[in-house]
């Protein structure tokens, strides 16, 4: 099994929205880091959102804030971003990522960081049409 599985992803006009989701096995899911970032063909990786998962304590990208959300279900080991507002600058590949034993400090100052995080999942493809 892989260790993250992202699904929800697909196509919406603008303004509409869409919930992703990141799957960890078991195993998998630690206290630490849990993050999405977003990729577009020629551009570099980019931090969407963090989620510390001992306290739930969130930290977003600028350009999503008050439109994203991160959750967490521990029981289910599943991460969510729900994505609202979308506008076809958010089309992108998605990504969701861990950091096993990331503490908070960690999370809070490396959150948004693709190089601070150990373990991807095969991504989610969200397009936005104007």
């Known amino acids: 099994q892989e260790p993250l599985l992202e699904s929800g992803g697909g196509s919406v006009q603008t303004g509409g929205s869409l919930r992703l989701a990141c799957a960890a096995s078991r195993d998998a899911y630690r206290l630490g880091c849990m993050a999405w970032f977003r990729q577009t063909p020629g551009k570099e990786r980019e931090g969407v959102a963090t989620i510390y998962t001992d306290t739930g304590v969130e930290t977003y990208a600028d350009s999503v804030k008050a439109r994203f959300t991160i959750s967490q279900d521990s029981a289910e080991n599943t991460v969510y971003l729900q994505m609202n507002s979308l506008k076809p600058e958010d089309s992108a590949m998605y990504y969701c990522?861990?950091?096993?034993?990331?503490?908070?400090?960690?999370?809070?100052?490396?959150?948004?960081?693709?190089?601070?995080?150990?373990?991807w999942g095969q991504g989610t493809q969200v397009t936005v049409s104007s």
């Open positions: 990522a861990q950091k096993k034993y990331g503490n908070a400090g960690y999370c809070r100052h490396r959150g948004l960081d693709p190089t601070a995080f150990d373990t």
